[in-house]
């Protein structure tokens, strides 16, 4: 045990833990605290009676932090221990998770994030029964300061995410007691739809009312977890790749004074004593900036939808990301970037976040992502003609229903291999009057969706840039040229093509 | 001229510019525009007459660009024209300034964002008096496709960033145009307030109204462009410093079911049948997501504020930049991230932006930023003692007002030389409920601002982090329990303690 006894020695170089004084202090009042607590939790349990506590100002309630000291020991987070650095050691907080009593040892697990270690307090030389006892009353979820040895265990623990160590407790403090009633139980929130249908454990549903109202509890599974990293990983590959290539990142105003989509699903905000709305989407704003110069843009941000319906492609609040660009010839330039980037996320995705998309997948089991390089790109006639190969009977000119965009996904996948693809070239009648024409087929549109697993996530469009075209074709829609004013005339004073998605 | 004739070659490899088909369809349309356009503005010049024109086909107004084609052009931007690289080259799209015409010559500044150069176009063996005639026409703000030869000048050319170069113009095209007039002029827009009261040029100044309804064209000042990119920088190093230290980016909610901080200065939203309101500031989320385990979190996002006053200091919407973070002992542990992480945004904007900080300084001069490593912490006592020494009357426990903020900003910067410090140990009486008391002294608090240039820039403080203490807070506040439920309950499950800047 060289290399233990070694570590222990730089340990305690790099600092012994809180001063005496402190300690003294904090074991005083942990001692209070703790028997206070002890009395209310004890049963039936046994306990130490009146012997002297070996473990006294090792354990116990810490006195609420109001910033008196630093002491300055190193903590270590679960997430590193591991076999190879075998080490005492100070855990950073970490939540306590569950327990297994036997005669004399307690054995429990602590959570950081999506990582866990098995802990052991076991009756010894300097671990008293008192303080097993006292840690066995420690209520889960609450927030627990631990020290102890790191060793090597004999069987993998399968439970946690160190699966070769465990730590054996020196010392260990309640920083935050959670209540003992929790409205839901972690494990039971984390558990996969296909392990609840299987029956092969516990078969508690947690509900998601139950959830959202008790969203702290629930943000603490693995899933969720590696979802909210996951999304933070989506930004930033989202703005790495665009910045690669030169975009600037902007913000644009959320409450305006037009509701510029005509009116349909706004927010309508109380402005003082006028009447505002929340913005749909950045788009007037990002194409101003390329009006302005700055060739290309992009932003991420709240944009609102006053969308009255309960499904996952609804919501009434959500953070776009969004971008536009100037090009010089044709809009396939854009589409190139667009494709580029949504490349540049999946490989990031795949090598930077592989832990949390497997989190992700524990608990929601799904195939691995596929992709081409270059993206595929269809034309609309030619995911028409795959629909009605497969039986569907479509328009020309008509709209993707949602049904026929998710089977056309299928259909992309099984005769592609890939879960990503862009669809070009849309019929204009069913885009937007700001919308370039196709200049060889006047029933098409230099606009574009794509989709990943046969859900549109992207929807673009060359943009007229030229004010007098543009106001013919607002007319052609009924768009009030007096409600579009500044929109137009931002094209009036030399405007580069251009295109987003909206 | 060796180098010139060899990079012309390389040029014509790399590719020749628009299709053979295409030049004569772009030709024959601009010929057409052409002609139609020096109808409309030629007056008492004298034109080219019935004199067949050498330069036909290399001139005019391009067709609306509808995505046609994709010419195989290497493009160059205006920024990497340096007089080490003589060639022949086509310019990404830049915008017309202003000209000087001589008998057989044209001179005019083409820019790109804060990048300008000189072009020359010639009465030669390839350009026409027809062509530079058109050129002359050009409205001022038009977008131009610009291609020609690359020559160091005699002299520094002072009025353009790209002070060594020329382009001599052998073909130009108008992509987009601007009309005869304009709302402002760009160099108006751009000219310094000392420069006005000076007079040392022309005395137009550009009313804050006349800018903003004109932003399209303002925005294409130097100075607004870099601000622009600054903005940018700002919040890069911002996650940059932050994300080396960990932490996640959260996106919060901006649509709120409560008036979370007592229903002043809020905005009220028509929700469906309900009404609703907007985030005055992520903090509740932020703190939530402290307390399901995410340790350390940022976020970027839009806050709204309802006051109806019109100082720099009152926005009825920004963006904030805002994190949270659990500590171990001691609040001054985050206030080392925040004041680290400042210090990482003042030297990455110096080292990355010093180009656009000149482009700003040029329009609004100022002294380059001081700051200190470690940053200056001044206790709010050290503060009101410096303050009464200067002469002002202040009481121990009352709040700065904007003048002492100010006043204080310059006392420390004598004093210390430094243009940020942290005021640390605010008292008690003027922070919000939820501030953690000084365990030392009652009357003051573990709450801190930051101050660039006198302003407050940054509020924070170590939050309470237990529910009956908070509870005892609230009520001492008269702030209603019923209200901040979600709040005080989400501490009731183990919660670190933790402090972000609200």
Redesign the interface.
């Known amino acids: 045990m060289t290399d233990e006894t070694e570590n222990a020695a730089s340990v305690t170089e790099q600092g012994k833990g809180p001063s005496k004084k402190a300690m003294k202090k904090q074991a005083k009042e942990a001692e209070k605290v703790a028997k206070k607590a002890e009395k209310q939790v004890t049963s039936a349990q046994g306990d130490g009676g009146d012997q002297p506590d070996i473990s006294e100002g090792r354990y116990g309630v810490l006195p609420?932090?109001?910033?008196?000291?630093?002491?300055d020991r190193t903590?270590v987070r679960i997430g590193s221990l591991v076999r190879t650095i075998v080490q005492y050691c100070t855990v950073?907080?970490s939540?306590?998770v569950q327990y297994m009593i036997t005669a004399t040892q307690l054995l429990f697990e602590q959570?950081?994030?999506h990582f866990s270690v098995q802990c052991l307090a076991m009756v010894s030389a300097s671990v008293s029964k008192q303080m097993v006892k006292f840690l066995s009353n420690v209520t889960k979820?609450?927030?627990l300061?631990v020290q102890g040895v790191v060793r090597k265990t004999d069987q993998k623990i399968v439970s946690c995410s160190q699966q070769e160590v465990e730590l054996h407790v020196e010392q260990a403090f309640v920083?935050?007691?959670?209540?003992p009633v929790?409205p839901l139980q972690i494990e039971d929130a984390a558990r996969s739809e296909s392990s609840l249908e299987e029956g092969d454990g516990p078969s508690i549903r947690v509900n998601q009312d139950t959830r959202l109202d008790n969203?702290?509890?629930?943000?603490?599974t693995p899933a969720n977890?590696a979802i909210?990293?996951i999304?933070?990983g989506v930004?930033?590959l989202f703005?790495q790749a665009l910045?690669r290539q030169g975009f600037?990142?902007?913000?644009t105003?959320?409450?305006i004074a037009v509701a510029s989509e005509g009116g349909a699903n706004v927010?309508?905000?109380?402005?003082?004593k006028n009447s505002a709305y929340?913005a749909q989407s950045p788009q007037l704003y990002k194409q101003?900036?390329i009006?302005?110069?700055?060739?290309k843009v992009y932003t991420i941000?709240?944009v609102?939808r006053?969308e009255?319906s309960n499904t996952h492609r609804h919501l009434?609040?959500f953070?776009g990301l969004d971008l536009e660009m100037?090009f010089?010839?044709?809009?396939?330039?854009v589409v190139d970037v667009i494709g580029q980037m949504f490349n540049a996320i999946f490989r990031g995705l795949a090598d930077q976040y592989s832990e949390e998309i497997a989190a992700v997948n524990k608990q929601y089991p799904a195939e691995p992502f596929q992709f081409l390089d270059p993206p595929l790109r269809l034309e609309f006639k030619e995911g028409v003609a795959m629909l009605r190969e497969a039986g569907v009977e479509t328009g020309d000119e008509e709209d993707l229903s949602t049904p026929n965009e998710k089977l056309l996904g299928k259909l992309v996948k099984a005769k592609y291999c890939t879960d990503f693809y862009i669809l070009d070239k849309f019929p204009l009648a069913v885009r937007p009057f700001y919308t370039?024409?196709?200049?060889?087929d006047p029933r098409y549109s230099?606009s574009y969706d794509m989709f990943m697993r046969g859900e549109e996530i992207i929807s673009g469009a060359?943009r007229i840039?030229?004010p007098k075209?543009l106001a013919e074709r607002a007319a052609l829609h009924n768009v009030s040229l007096d409600k579009i004013k500044p929109y137009v005339d931002?094209?009036?004073?030399?405007?580069?093509?251009h295109r987003p998605p909206p």
């Open positions: 609420l932090i109001t910033s008196i000291e630093k002491p903590l950073l907080l939540y306590t959570r950081q994030q979820e609450s927030l300061d920083v935050s007691a959670a209540e929790l969203r702290v509890l629930d943000l603490r977890q909210f990293r999304q933070m930004c930033e703005r910045q600037v990142e902007i913000n105003p959320k409450i927010f309508e905000v109380t402005y003082f929340l101003m900036a009006a302005a110069d700055f060739e941000g709240a609102f006053a009255d009434t609040e953070v100037a010089h010839y044709h809009y396939h330039e370039m024409p196709d200049p060889q230099n060359q840039h030229d075209l931002s094209f009036r004073y030399g405007c580069p093509p």
